[in-house]
C-alpha cells in the first residue's frame, strides 16, 4: 500500500525559509502526480503545488508561484517542497498527496493517497 511521510515543518519567522519533504513507498510512482496541500485553520484545503513524477513538469497555485519550488529525488523515492520568503498567511498544515493519473490537477478529491501533514508556522 502507498505510504506518504512528510516531514520538515516548523516555526519560522516571515522572510524565513523551510523545505518540507514526501518519502513516498509501496508502489512504482512513474506514472503518478506527486502534490502538495495546505489547511489553515477553519479553512478548506488548498491546493499548493505538483509535480509529474516521470518528466518532472510542475505547476503551482498563485498564491506560491516564485516563492515556492517543488521537486523531486527519484533513488530517494521522495519529493520536496522548498518554500522561501514565507509569509504568515502560509501558515498550515502542508500535506503531500499522489495522484495515480497523469492528469493536471488542483482538486483534492482527485488524489489518491495522502500523509498525515506537517504544521508550518510563520511568525510575523
Known amino acids: 500500500q502507498v505510504q506518504l511521510v512528510e516531514s520538515g515543518g516548523g516555526l519560522v519567522q516571515a522572510g524565513g525559509s523551510l523545505r518540507l519533504s514526501c518519502a513516498a513507498s509501496?508502489?512504482?510512482?512513474?506514472?503518478?502526480?506527486m502534490g502538495w496541500f495546505r489547511q489553515a485553520p477553519g479553512k478548506e484545503r488548498e491546493f499548493v503545488a505538483a509535480?509529474?513524477?516521470?518528466?518532472?513538469?510542475?505547476y503551482y497555485a498563485d498564491s506560491v508561484k516564485g516563492r515556492f519550488t517543488i521537486s523531486k529525488n527519484n533513488a530517494k523515492n521522495t519529493v520536496y517542497l522548498q518554500m522561501n520568503t514565507l509569509k504568515p498567511e502560509d501558515t498550515a498544515v502542508y500535506y503531500c498527496?499522489?495522484?495515480?493519473?497523469?492528469?493536471?490537477?488542483?482538486?483534492?478529491?482527485?488524489?489518491?493517497?495522502w500523509g498525515q501533514g506537517t504544521q508550518v508556522t510563520v511568525s510575523s
Open positions: 498527496a499522489a495522484r495515480n493519473n497523469f492528469g493536471r490537477t488542483i482538486v483534492v478529491g482527485e488524489y489518491d493517497y
Open positions: 509501496g508502489r512504482t510512482f512513474s506514472n503518478y502526480v
Open positions: 509535480i509529474n513524477w516521470s518528466g518532472g513538469s510542475t
